[in-house]
C-alpha cells in the first residue's frame, strides 16, 4: 500500500491513495478540512464500523443504521499525542439484540480493526454502545 502527500498552500495537503482518491487536510487547527489527527480518528471510527456492520450483518440483525461518536483526548505536552480516545456506537434498526452488538464493538475493537490495534499500542481506546429502535 502506498500513499502521497502534497504541500498545496499555507497549511493545507492533499493526499493521494494508491487506489485513485484523494483528501485534503489542514494543519491549521482543521479551518478548511479536517486536521490529520482528525483524520486519524474519522480512520478510527471507519474502520471499526466497518467491522460492526458486517458483523451484526453475519448476525442476520436487522440493522438499519450504525454511527459512532468518536471524541479523544489530547496530552498537554509537545507533541499533543492522544492519551484517551473514545467511541460510542449507536446502531438503529429492528429487533436488535444486544449481545450480537457487544460482541461486534468487541470483536472490531480487540481482533480485527487495524487502525484500533495500531493504536491500542499508545492510546486507551475505549468504548461502548446504544441501540436506537427504527421509527
Known amino acids: 500500500m502506498k500513499a502521497e502527500v502534497k504541500w498545496i498552500g499555507d497549511e493545507m495537503f492533499a493526499g493521494f491513495s494508491e487506489s485513485g482518491h484523494t483528501i485534503t487536510l489542514d494543519a491549521n487547527g482543521g479551518k478548511l478540512a479536517p486536521s490529520p489527527l482528525e483524520n486519524v480518528l474519522i480512520s478510527l471510527g471507519s474502520c471499526s464500523s466497518v467491522d460492526v456492520v458486517s458483523i451484526l450483518q453475519k448476525s442476520r440483525q436487522n440493522i438499519s443504521a450504525c454511527r459512532v461518536e468518536i471524541s479523544g483526548n489530547r496530552v498537554d505536552s509537545v507533541p499533543k499525542l492522544f492519551s484517551d480516545i473514545h467511541l460510542h456506537f449507536v446502531i438503529t434498526g429492528t429487533d436488535i439484540a444486544e449481545k450480537h452488538v457487544k460482541r461486534a464493538v468487541e470483536l472490531s475493537a480487540d481482533k480485527y480493526c487495524s487502525v ?8 486507551n481506546i475505549t468504548h461502548d454502545f446504544s441501540i436506537e429502535e427504527d421509527k
Open 116 to 123: 484500533a490495534l495500531m493504536l491500542n499500542k499508545a492510546v
